[in-house]
């Protein structure tokens, strides 16, 4: 194999890989289960369907794991490999691109499918060699019929080096293409690399460190809803430990977080603990006057309207939660069941015609607008591959409008929260600075800093504020605040 230049396979040149879709449909080979290795095979369905239908891997792979009967550490190895390649995927596919000697996207999609389980288990995981390539072959045998041979070729090419002999080999030079470089050694698209160096001031070294921490794995945040949950007594419950900045996180120590009696009855919800941050720096603002009418404008699907009610309930207010979409706004009522809070099904820019949202009612406002969902990236890796530059303008549009339309529909003294999970500029400030301007009224910017917790590093000048992965722990989620004249 030593002999063989870099991106040549044995053989590769004489296997037909393209008999891969005989026999199948879209769901797959007919009548092609699992010989043995079924958390390969359960993995497989979930990067196929991620791949092939836009589907998402936290919506898909929980199903296909009951359905495989696997439990314990057949089901993490199975989520492990899920969500490790999606993680990976623009870093695989550059090496399995060279491995192959053919661009990757020419490989019939259920063989590269199985090509990018296989090389993530070579670069990324303990597995052993032979057992990863084996296991990889008896896969593509049973989802690409034909093409055992070009897979054990690629795979074996794959293993002749390591990660970063690889991306030594493939990726622009630090010194000429910084963005270039780290795209490729940290599996993200080049113009989010950008994004996010031009937010972090240009700084390399912590753009690296953020791109590190999207493609850990990150760890289940509780909300221990106030008044009726305990944050200790939920950690001790969950075999984990409270959050290092919000009062109401827990930090899940293992297992499924639908098998605690807490979530389960609804005294506590799965929540990021940056967006528990972002809604109580809302909650605890100080506001001068009545404080009974609260909204949350975009509510699907519920988590923040969840905390919100919870704190309405302790002072005697009540949340009206808005959202749009029909299915999101039966979650919201789900997730709010038993609180304070009014869920409507409508679109919340119609703020002032929709009787229900009149102008200048409610005492604080949160304006949890639709995004890329740029600072998520660790939690759905999938993404980052999904997102282009050209979805900006019609979210940031949206979120303008949205915004807007929360500044009308707060009183004169109250506050309005405009939070967003993600870190892009445009996003960010642009989206504020632009709806404060076009807004029609007078409106100042509230210092969000110490309405976070006593000690919160790296929180920068304000008067908002930016969370960060590698910073906090937490997702990267923005967050301004906005006082009516």
């Known amino acids: 194999m030593g002999a063989r230049r870099p991106g040549q396979c044995r053989g590769g040149a004489r296997v037909r890989d393209t008999a891969a879709h005989r026999g199948t449909d879209r769901r797959g080979p007919r009548a092609a289960r699992p010989a043995a290795d079924r958390p390969r095979y359960a993995a497989y369905q979930a990067v196929a369907a991620v791949n092939r239908d836009d589907a998402y891997a936290n919506l898909v792979l929980p199903a296909i794991l009951r359905d495989e009967g696997l439990v314990g550490r057949d089901a993490a190895f199975a989520t492990e490999l899920t969500y490790g390649t999606l993680r990976h995927l623009g870093t695989l596919d550059a ?30 995981t303990r597995v052993p060699a032979h057992a990863a390539v084996s296991s990889t072959v008896d896969l593509v045998r049973m989802v690409g019929q034909g093409a055992t041979g070009f897979a054990n070729a690629v795979l074996r090419e794959v293993a002749a080096h390591d990660t970063d002999e690889w991306v030594s080999r493939l990726a622009p030079s630090m010194e000429t293409d910084p963005i270039g470089h780290l795209a490729l050694a940290y599996s993200h698209p080049q113009w989010i690399v950008r994004a996010f160096s031009e937010v972090l001031g240009g700084d390399l070294g912590e753009t690296a460190r953020l791109l590190i921490e999207d493609n850990e794995r990150p760890p289940v945040h509780l909300c221990a809803r106030p008044g009726l949950a305990d944050p200790v007594e939920l950690a001790d419950a969950a075999g984990g430990a409270p959050g290092a900045f919000s009062p109401y996180a827990v930090y899940l120590g293992g297992g499924s977080p639908g098998d605690l009696a807490a979530v389960a009855d609804g005294r506590a919800h799965v929540q990021d603990e940056g967006s528990q941050l972002v809604a109580n720096a809302l909650a605890v603002a100080p506001l001068d006057g009545p404080d009974g009418r609260w909204l949350d404008l975009c509510a699907g699907p519920g988590g923040k309207s969840g905390l919100l009610g919870a704190l309405a309930a302790q002072r005697d207010a009540r949340l009206t939660a808005v959202e749009v979409a029909e299915h999101r706004a039966r979650l919201v009522e789900k997730a709010t069941r038993g609180l304070p809070v009014t869920v409507l099904n409508t679109d919340g820019r119609l703020v002032g015609a929709e009787p229900k949202l009149p102008e200048g009612h409610f005492d604080r406002v949160l304006v949890d607008a639709p995004c890329t969902g740029l600072g998520s990236l660790r939690r759905r890796p999938e993404s980052r591959w999904r997102r282009q530059p050209s979805d900006l303008p019609a979210l940031t549009r949206l979120q303008r409008e949205l915004l807007t339309a929360g500044l009308r529909a707060v009183r004169p003294g109250g506050v309005v929260a405009y939070v967003t999970c993600s870190p892009h500029t445009v996003e960010t400030h642009v989206t504020v600075t632009e709806a404060a301007r076009r807004c029609g009224t007078p409106v100042d910017f509230v210092d969000a800093r110490p309405l976070l917790p006593a000690g919160m590093p790296g929180l920068g000048d304000g008067p908002t504020v930016q969370l960060w992965p590698h910073r906090h722990g937490t997702d990267a989620m923005f967050l301004a605040l906005l006082r009516r004249g």
Not at 105 to 116: N, S
């Open 95 to 124: 090496i399995l691109t060279a491995a192959a000697g053919r661009d990757v996207q020419r490989i019939d999609p259920p063989v590269r499918d199985a090509l990018r389980i296989g090389a993530y288990q070579l670069l990324h």
